[in-house]
């Protein structure tokens, strides 16, 4: 059990891993983190050494690849950054579909 | 990254042999794919079982516990169960019991969210009859919670109109992830100087599709709402 999303997200990786490689040596695990995905790049950095200690992963160092927010507005069309939801688009539409940015990916490892 | 060799670990020495023979694999996955492997086979379980499952989502006091108690007793004619998530105690287990429902607590100790896992071991204890609806009522938290799929029908978004008209705009994932929002305590508004419109509006902003519900429980005011969109969600289901 873990205290934050985040600590359980890096759980989940290190299973997910653990699962796809076997016993390789694991040098680096490359996450692709959108804008708004609803979690804290920062958290991840910070609780990452920490919750592989003791697993098949430990020592493997985390590279954080970060997604910025583009929305498509369903008024106008228009595509453009997205600095938070409920933010209004260009035309003062609010609908706004997102296409980029809510990435929550284990995208890759680099493997010895 | 490296300024040394450009690679995407920190800066590290160069005069021995180590990942520069390292190679890439690719694992394209989500990060939330451990959970949501569990969730879709609770979901394609709960619709072969005609089980509607709502995910209540909602801060600490905002209200949850009693609008469940007021909605158990609104609704005496459908099977309903519920699943009470909580960091800990049974308190909330047994203010549904005290309904006459079928209830499981789960505590989470340090938790602060229900994952799908947690309700797959423990659905066998409610015995949920077809067309049951079932009620699970997450750990108070806006945050979390959101984005850990349980194989719900649908998230409900609880907030109390005492929390203030921003917090839809301060706690977005949850507004964007639920179908349905519940503004509790309505009847508090005048007293907290609250304006439960613009909480709304905030909220529609967030997310324009959302349902949206202001009701006193304990007042039963709103709660015929409320009611209808549940029976339409065991309709869903049938």
């Not at chain 2, 529609?204 to 709402?225: K, T, Y």
Request: with cysteine; proline share 3%; net charge negative.
């Amino acid at each position: 059990m873990t205290a934050v999303h985040e600590l359980a997200l890096i759980e989940s990786v290190v299973d997910e891993v653990v699962a796809r490689i076997g016993d390789q040596r694991v040098a680096i695990v490359r996450l692709e983190i959108g804008a708004l995905a609803g979690v804290s790049v920062e958290a991840l950095r910070t609780g990452f050494d920490v919750c592989i200690e003791g697993t098949p992963i430990a020592g493997a160092s985390l590279d954080v690849v970060e997604v910025a927010a583009v929305a498509r507005c369903r008024s106008c069309g228009s595509e453009a950054a997205l600095a938070a939801y409920g933010a209004p688009c260009a035309c003062g539409g609010f609908d706004r579909e997102l296409i980029a940015g809510g990435e929550l990916l284990l995208k890759e490892v680099e493997v010895y | 990254m490296c300024r040394t060799c450009g690679c995407g670990a920190a800066d590290h020495d160069h005069d021995h042999d180590h990942h520069h023979r390292s190679r890439r694999i690719a694992l394209e996955t989500d990060l939330l794919a451990r959970n949501d492997r569990i969730a879709e086979a609770l979901r394609a379980r709960f619709e072969h079982d005609g089980i509607a499952v709502l995910n209540l989502i909602g801060a600490p006091g905002a209200g949850k516990t009693a609008l469940l108690e007021h909605t158990l007793r609104k609704l005496p004619a459908a099977s309903i169960a519920v699943i009470e998530g909580d960091q800990a105690t049974d308190r909330d287990a047994r203010r549904i019991a005290a309904t006459g429902r079928r209830v499981v607590q789960v505590n989470t100790g340090a938790g602060c969210h229900l994952e799908a896992g947690m309700i797959e071991r423990r659905l066998g204890e409610l015995g949920l009859a077809r067309r049951s609806l079932l009620f699970v009522e997450n750990v108070g938290n806006l945050v979390c919670p959101a984005l850990f799929d349980l194989g719900e029908r649908a998230k409900v978004a609880v907030v109390s109109v005492a929390e203030g008209e921003d917090k839809p705009l301060k706690y977005p994932h949850v507004i964007r992830a639920a179908a349905a929002l519940v503004v509790t305590k309505m009847d508090l508004a005048p007293h907290v100087d609250a304006d439960p419109a613009l909480l709304i509006e905030n909220a529609r902003r967030v997310n324009p599709d959302l349902a949206v519900f202001p009701v006193a429980a304990a007042r039963g005011e709103g709660m015929a709402e409320w009611c209808a969109w549940l029976e339409q969600q065991l309709e869903g289901v049938r």
